[in-house]
């Protein structure tokens, strides 16, 4: 049986960390191509019912997040055939996959947002890669506002998640990740990333504490 992963349970001292004032909730990649049965993912035939149930958190910790005054940031992929790296092609080359079509291309509709999206004042970021702090201002909006936590969720636990976690922990901010409001589209992969960020750079909450934090 696999160990249980350590979670911030105590709702009090949850709260002091995350506090509204300084914390910002970041939802990564909630889009149509990573998210819904019609994008590009959910065509191939992919179970979306993780995502799914992750963005019913997702839903959940918007509202107390807006309710409370932290914070909300929104990640988006935002791509055209132009912007794909040379080493993004040269490694789908490498293991089999040239030519494979474009993820969250603009225009297709696979790019927007899917369930929950930015509303005016909310953080909303473009990126081209993984990390949305790679070729983005995200860090200078972040500092802008007094922000020094970030609490993540979205999608996949094991990449873009992932990415902007370590970037966002190497660039001196806190970070927790919502265990039960991200996904990955393979379950180990999911609790394979929460361990090992678990182990290097966050703290592990869940929906159901960080919603109680804020509403205390």
């Given at each position: 049986m696999a160990e249980a992963l350590?979670?911030?349970?105590?709702?009090?001292?949850?709260?002091?960390?995350?506090?509204?004032?300084?914390?910002?909730?970041?939802?990564?990649?909630?889009?149509?191509d990573f998210a819904s049965p019609q994008g590009l993912i959910g065509r191939h035939g992919t179970d979306m019912s993780?995502?799914?149930?992750?963005?019913?958190?997702?839903?959940?910790?918007?509202?107390?997040?807006?309710?409370?005054?932290a914070s909300v940031g929104f990640m988006r992929v935002m791509t055209r055939p132009e912007t794909d790296s040379n080493a993004?092609?040269?490694?789908?080359?490498r293991r089999g996959t040239p030519g494979s079509e474009g993820i969250c291309r603009i225009g297709s509709g696979g790019e927007d947002y899917y369930r929950v999206h930015p509303e005016p004042g909310?953080?909303?970021v473009s990126k081209l890669a993984y990390s949305s702090f790679h070729g983005t201002d995200f860090e200078q909006q972040l500092r802008a506002r007094g922000i020094d936590t970030l609490v993540m969720t979205g999608l996949t636990t094991d990449c873009c998640v992932d990415s902007t976690?370590?970037?966002?922990?190497h660039r001196d901010f806190h970070t927790f990740v919502v265990s039960d409001a991200c996904a990955s589209f393979d379950e180990a992969l999911h609790t394979g990333a929460l361990h090992a960020l678990?182990?290097?750079?966050?703290?592990?909450?869940?929906?159901?504490a960080v919603v109680a934090a804020w509403s205390a």
């Open positions: 350590p979670h911030v349970a105590d709702v009090a001292a949850l709260g002091a960390m995350i506090a509204p004032a300084r914390t910002a909730l970041i939802v990564v990649d909630v889009q149509v993780p995502a799914e149930a992750a963005i019913d958190r997702i839903e959940a910790l918007v509202a107390a997040a807006r309710k409370a005054g993004l092609k040269t490694w789908m080359a909310d953080i909303a976690t370590r970037d966002a922990f678990s182990q290097h750079t966050s703290l592990l909450v869940t929906t159901e």
